[in-house]
C-alpha cells in the first residue's frame, strides 16, 4: 500500500440547498460551482452566485412590466384633454401602479424560484457543460499533483453530480490521506449502491476517528456487504471498528444488535466497556440476546477488571 | 377619452399581470425540487458522456 500523505483539508462550506453552490458567469452564461470570480471559459471575472443572477433576472422582468404600466399611464397622461382628466388619469395610474408593485413584492419569493427553473431547463446543456469542465479541472490539478486540492474540487462537484465515479475519486483520494478527527470529513454523500473495498476502508478509518459520521446508511452498508468485508484483509478490523461506533447510541444498539452482538467479543475494551454500562444502565430495552453475549463476554474476560466495577456516565 | 381608456388598458393590465403572479406563485417550484431538477439534469448530462 502507498504511504499515506499528511493534508490539510479546507471546510466545506455547506448551503442550505445544493443548487445554491452553483454559480454562473454574467457574460457567457457559464455554469460552475468552483472558482471564485474568475470564469473558466471567457477569463472575465464575471462569476456570480445562481442566488444573483436569480435576484437579477428577477428585477429586470418586475421593470419591465412596471415600465410597460408606466408607459400606458403616460401615453394617458399627455393626450388627456382637461385638467380634471390629468388629475384623474394621474391618480388612478399610480394607485394601479401600486398595486402591481405591491403584489410583485409579494410574489418575488416564488417568482425567483419559477426564474431559476425556467433557467435550468433552458440552459441544461450549459449547466451540465459546466460541471463536466469543473471535473475535468480537478482531474487537471490531479495531473499536476495537487491531491488535495483535487479532492477540494471534487468534493464541490460531488455536492451536485451525484454519480458513483465522482464518489470513487472521491474515496481514492481520501483513501490516500492521512485522516484526522479534526478534518472536514463525509460519509453519506459518498456511500456507493454497490460493494467497494475502498469505501469499506474508509468506514473502517471513520469508525476510528469520526464515528459520529457513521450513521443508519453506513450501518445498512455495512451490513449488506458484510461477507464481502470480511473476505478483505482488515475486514474484521473495519466490522469491529462500525460495531464499536454503533455503541455510540442507544438507537443504534436497538437497531443492529446483531451487529453488535458477533463483534462484542473482539472490541476494544473501552468500547465494551461503554456497551457493558449501556446495556447495564436499559435493562427496560430489550436487549435480551444481546444482554446475554455481554454478559458471557464480560463474564470470560473482564469480570475481574478495576474498570468494570466502578460506575460513571459513559460519554462518547 | 383617451385617458379613459388608457386607465381601462392600464387597470386591464394590472389584473391580468397580478393574476399571472398569483397563479404563478402556485405553481413555483420549491428549493426542494430545484435541487432535484439540477441533479437530475447533471446525472443525464453524465449518462450523455459515458
Ligand atoms: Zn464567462
Redesign the pocket.
Same mark, same amino acid.
Given at each position: 500500500m502507498n504511504k499515506k500523505l499528511p493534508v490539510n483539508l479546507s471546510p466545506f462550506i455547506k448551503t442550505r440547498y445544493a443548487y445554491k453552490k452553483l454559480k454562473i &458567469?454574467?457574460? &457567457?452564461?457559464?455554469f460552475t460551482v468552483l472558482g471564485d470570480k474568475q &470564469?473558466?471559459? &471567457?477569463?472575465?471575472k464575471?462569476?456570480i452566485s445562481i442566488d444573483r443572477k436569480a435576484a437579477s433576472m428577477l428585477r429586470r422582468s418586475m421593470w419591465k412590466a412596471r415600465l410597460i404600466a408606466m408607459l400606458i399611464l403616460l401615453i394617458g397622461l399627455v393626450l388627456s384633454q382637461s385638467p380634471m382628466l390629468l388629475g384623474l388619469c394621474a391618480a388612478g395610474g399610480i394607485v394601479l401602479i401600486a398595486v402591481l408593485w405591491i403584489v410583485q413584492r409579494k410574489s418575488a419569493p416564488a417568482e425567483q424560484l419559477m426564474l431559476l427553473e425556467k433557467l435550468f431547463h433552458k440552459e441544461a446543456n450549459k449547466l451540465a457543460a459546466g460541471l463536466t469542465a469543473d471535473r475535468d479541472a480537478a482531474i487537471a490539478v490531479f495531473q499536476s499533483g495537487n491531491k488535495p486540492l483535487t479532492y477540494e474540487m471534487l468534493r464541490e462537484v460531488g455536492a451536485l453530480v451525484q454519480t458513483d465515479q465522482l464518489r470513487l475519486e472521491q474515496i481514492l483520494l481520501l483513501q490516500s490521506f492521512v485522516l484526522r478527527k479534526d478534518m472536514d470529513l463525509m460519509l453519506k454523500p459518498l456511500l456507493l449502491d454497490h460493494f467497494n473495498p475502498d469505501l469499506a476502508d474508509y468506514i473502517g478509518e471513520l469508525s476510528k476517528i469520526r464515528r459520529d459520521l457513521i450513521k443508519e446508511d453506513a450501518f445498512r452498508y455495512v451490513l449488506m456487504y458484510e461477507g464481502q468485508i470480511l473476505q478483505m484483509e482488515h475486514g474484521e478490523s473495519i466490522l469491529i471498528g462500525v460495531a464499536g461506533a454503533a455503541i455510540r447510541m442507544k438507537r443504534y444498539i436497538t437497531l443492529y444488535p446483531y451487529l453488535i452482538i458477533r463483534y462484542a467479543h473482539k472490541l476494544p475494551k473501552e468500547r465494551f466497556l461503554r456497551l457493558y454500562r449501556m446495556v447495564q444502565s436499559s435493562p427496560h430495552r430489550n436487549w435480551e440476546q444481546l444482554a446475554d453475549e455481554v454478559e458471557r463476554i464480560y463474564n470470560e474476560k473482564y469480570k475481574w477488571d478495576e474498570d468494570f466495577q466502578t460506575s460513571h456516565n459513559p460519554n462518547n | 377619452m383617451v385617458t379613459y381608456v388608457c386607465l381601462g388598458l392600464l387597470f386591464l393590465f394590472v389584473v391580468i399581470k397580478s393574476a399571472n403572479y398569483y397563479s404563478r406563485r402556485k405553481r413555483a417550484p420549491s428549493p426542494e425540487q430545484l435541487d432535484i431538477l439540477v441533479r437530475s439534469i447533471l446525472k443525464s448530462g453524465q449518462r450523455e458522456r459515458e
Open positions: &458567469c454574467r457574460s &457567457c452564461n457559464h &470564469c473558466m471559459i &471567457c477569463g472575465k464575471a462569476l | -
